[in-house]
């Protein structure tokens, strides 16, 4: 790494059509900002899929804006777009998060520097990449019912800040991903800077970056406030405490100086990508996501080309969807004739014959958010997520969330199917357990495999309104 490239690389705030200059390790370069585009949904009126065009050293380029996107290489400079005004300002109705005061955040690096410095964070969740659903920035919260229309009128549109890896319940274990003080332990706090609450750690680095943990089950007995951890250290385990809207994740956040001269969220999902890659090199990591939204009838096109692949190329990408056509290349377009919460299953295949799955969470909703017409979400995870074994038993949970004034439509049963032809039904919102369950809690089924295999687990709820959710993971059996 050249000395000149700061920790998480060089960030600019522009306003359209300003220009910066800045010198890499390749030389001196500029970048002017064009357009910021925004489009919205037609279902929500939402920005869906922000992106900015810039001119780089007299090349335009559009880059997206967040979304599980990588940086990319372009005339020699390897750039990112972080966040856009309107995500931020959305997101800014709750809180100023960002501290953006332009119309963009661009980071940038030479084409072979390191994304966040000499040593790559350390993955923060002790499970398998992508194991459940995920909420990473710029994306509208969608798993705990974020898409259904506020009650509230004057409630803001929660565009996602930081990362939220989702979860078995009170199984997998956080552990740092950076070393640094303990300012904040539960309630307790050294550094006014950060918002307290029972269920979450903040780590400070030596560089003046905040990592935050958020929706502990627990905190580990080893973290004491105002003392240092290391990389890898335990921090605690991963639950649905808090703000969570009752869906088990850690939400991950990164907060460093901003180019305004405030603290501002650091969008950081390239560093968990690099994190993961440094621990497992070699692996390739199918990318369906983020979910998407659509009304009937209205074409929608998911994409796979945000998968990633170590050390190889990737060689074929087909899609599942649920109708059971295939589709290869790595977009397919569909058109859906009945509101519900899909599943689509993409599959891709490296040159050395490696091939990893992941799924597109795809809603379709009535344009006027109608209770008779719209889906209820849900979550569905499972643990361990390594190393699993033939015989070895492996614990399931499921939540179907029907919130609001779509909570009368909660009816049926969750239908589940294994992958092996073994099924099981569950009903998660039943008080039948001691102490008695809630409408925030899972339902549970264990299930063990007798052969090696990649299994892909559908799970299936049918509400009161006849539109139905769909949840899928794969279990990777050795």
């Given at each position: 790494m050249t000395?000149q490239t700061p920790?998480?690389g060089?960030?600019f705030d522009?306003a359209?059509?300003?220009?910066?200059?800045?010198?890499l390790s390749?030389?001196?370069h500029?970048?002017q900002?064009?357009?910021v585009r925004?489009?919205?949904c037609?279902?929500?009126g939402?920005?869906?899929?922000?992106s900015?065009l810039?001119?780089?050293?007299g090349?335009?380029?559009e880059?997206?804006?967040?979304?599980?996107?990588?940086p990319q290489?372009?005339?020699g400079?390897?750039?990112g777009c972080?966040?856009?005004r309107?995500?931020?300002?959305a997101?800014?109705?709750?809180l100023?998060?960002?501290?953006?005061?332009?119309?963009?955040?661009?980071?940038?690096w030479a084409p072979?520097d390191p994304?966040?410095g000499?040593?790559?964070l350390?993955?923060?969740?002790?499970?398998?990449?992508?194991a459940?659903?995920?909420?990473m920035?710029?994306e509208r919260?969608y798993?705990?019912?974020?898409?259904?229309p506020?009650?509230d009128?004057?409630?803001y549109?929660?565009h996602?800040y930081g990362m939220?890896?989702?979860g078995?319940d009170?199984a997998?274990p956080?552990i740092?991903?950076r070393?640094?003080?303990?300012?904040?332990?539960?309630e307790n706090c050294?550094?006014?800077?950060?918002?307290?609450?029972?269920?979450?750690?903040?780590?400070?680095?030596?560089?003046?970056?905040y990592?935050l943990?958020?929706?502990?089950?627990m905190?580990?007995p080893?973290i004491?406030l105002g003392?240092?951890v290391?990389?890898?250290d335990w921090i605690g385990?991963l639950?649905k405490e808090g703000?969570s809207?009752?869906?088990?994740?850690l939400h991950?956040?990164?907060?460093s100086?901003?180019?305004s001269?405030c603290?501002?969220?650091?969008?950081?999902?390239p560093f968990?990508v690099?994190?993961y890659l440094?621990?497992?090199?070699?692996?390739?990591?199918?990318?369906?996501?983020?979910?998407?939204v659509?009304?009937v009838?209205?074409?929608?096109?998911l994409d796979g080309?945000r998968?990633?692949c170590?050390g190889?190329?990737i060689?074929?990408y087909q899609?599942?969807?649920h109708?059971?056509q295939t589709?290869?290349?790595?977009?397919?377009t569909?058109?859906?004739d009945r509101e519900?919460?899909?599943?689509?299953?993409?599959?891709v295949t490296?040159a050395r014959?490696q091939?990893?799955?992941?799924?597109c969470p795809?809603y379709?909703?009535?344009k006027?958010?109608?209770?008779?017409k719209?889906p209820?979400s849900?979550?569905l995870?499972?643990?361990?997520?390594?190393?699993l074994?033939p015989?070895?038993?492996?614990a399931?949970k499921?939540r179907?969330?029907?919130r609001g004034?779509?909570?009368?439509?909660k009816s049926?049963?969750e239908h589940w199917?294994?992958?092996?032809?073994?099924?099981a039904?569950?009903?998660?919102?039943?008080?039948?357990?001691v102490?008695a369950?809630t409408?925030?809690?899972f339902?549970?089924?264990w299930?063990?495999?007798?052969k090696?295999g990649?299994?892909?687990?559908t799970?299936?709820?049918?509400g009161?309104?006849d539109?139905?959710a769909t949840?899928q993971?794969?279990?990777?059996?050795?």
């Amino acid at each position: 790494m050249t000395p000149q490239t700061p920790q998480g690389g060089h960030v600019f705030d522009l306003a359209l059509h300003e220009t910066v200059q800045f010198t890499l390790s390749t030389g001196t370069h500029t970048i002017q900002l064009l357009e910021v585009r925004e489009p919205r949904c037609s279902v929500r009126g939402l920005i869906r899929f922000p992106s900015i065009l810039v001119n780089i050293n007299g090349e335009q380029a559009e880059i997206p804006a967040g979304l599980y996107h990588m940086p990319q290489i372009v005339n020699g400079v390897k750039i990112g777009c972080s966040v856009t005004r309107g995500v931020a300002l959305a997101v800014g109705k709750h809180l100023d998060v960002y501290a953006l005061d332009k119309d963009a955040r661009i980071r940038c690096w030479a084409p072979s520097d390191p994304l966040f410095g000499p040593e790559p964070l350390v993955y923060p969740a002790k499970q398998t990449w992508f194991a459940t659903m995920t909420q990473m920035a710029n994306e509208r919260t969608y798993v705990d019912g974020g898409e259904l229309p506020p009650q509230d009128p004057n409630g803001y549109i929660y565009h996602h800040y930081g990362m939220d890896i989702g979860g078995h319940d009170k199984a997998v274990p956080i552990i740092a991903a950076r070393g640094g003080l303990v300012v904040v332990h539960g309630e307790n706090c050294i550094d006014a800077q950060h918002l307290i609450r029972y269920d979450r750690v903040v780590v400070k680095d030596d560089a003046g970056w905040y990592f935050l943990y958020s929706h502990l089950d627990m905190i580990a007995p080893n973290i004491v406030l105002g003392e240092r951890v290391n990389p890898g250290d335990w921090i605690g385990i991963l639950g649905k405490e808090g703000a969570s809207g009752g869906w088990s994740h850690l939400h991950f956040g990164i907060t460093s100086p901003q180019p305004s001269g405030c603290d501002g969220q650091v969008e950081g999902y390239p560093f968990l990508v690099e994190s993961y890659l440094h621990e497992h090199p070699g692996v390739l990591l199918a990318c369906a996501r983020p979910h998407r939204v659509a009304a009937v009838g209205e074409p929608l096109t998911l994409d796979g080309s945000r998968s990633i692949c170590d050390g190889s190329a990737i060689t074929s990408y087909q899609w599942t969807l649920h109708t059971g056509q295939t589709v290869k290349g790595p977009k397919a377009t569909i058109t859906y004739d009945r509101e519900g919460l899909y599943s689509e299953c993409l599959t891709v295949t490296d040159a050395r014959g490696q091939t990893d799955i992941d799924f597109c969470p795809v809603y379709i909703m009535p344009k006027d958010a109608s209770p008779d017409k719209t889906p209820p979400s849900m979550h569905l995870t499972y643990f361990p997520t390594n190393n699993l074994r033939p015989g070895q038993p492996i614990a399931f949970k499921v939540r179907t969330f029907f919130r609001g004034p779509f909570a009368d439509n909660k009816s049926g049963l969750e239908h589940w199917n294994f992958g092996d032809g073994t099924t099981a039904t569950s009903r998660s919102d039943t008080k039948t357990r001691v102490p008695a369950a809630t409408d925030t809690d899972f339902d549970e089924r264990w299930h063990v495999y007798d052969k090696p295999g990649c299994y892909i687990v559908t799970v299936t709820r049918t509400g009161k309104n006849d539109r139905t959710a769909t949840a899928q993971v794969k279990v990777n059996v050795s």
